[in-house]
């Protein structure tokens, strides 16, 4: 999901959960879960929302807890540094 929205951070809610092909509940769960954990935020504009990645943490997997968000998102996206 953080791919997704690296890539396009005004996406809507509904594109984000056809993208990772699931609900759009689903979705809106694991945004609120990204946010809460600190790598996202939301900021609204009228009734559109951007995602705004907090790229400065690691990931919170144990196996991968040493490996930098940032690190991941360039490797899938081609300018997700610039952000």
């Not at 699931?22 to 009734?47: C, P, S």
């Amino acid at each position: 999901m953080l791919i997704v929205v690296a890539r396009d951070p005004a996406i809507r809610l509904r594109y984000i959960a056809a993208a990772c092909h699931i609900t759009e509940r689903t979705a809106q769960n694991i945004v609120h879960d990204l946010e809460q954990a600190g790598y996202m935020r939301r900021e609204r504009n009228g009734r559109r929302s951007r995602y705004i990645l907090c790229m400065g943490g690691t990931l919170r997997h144990p196996a991968a807890a040493s490996v930098p968000v940032r690190g991941v998102l360039e490797l899938f996206t081609p300018h997700a540094g610039e952000r």
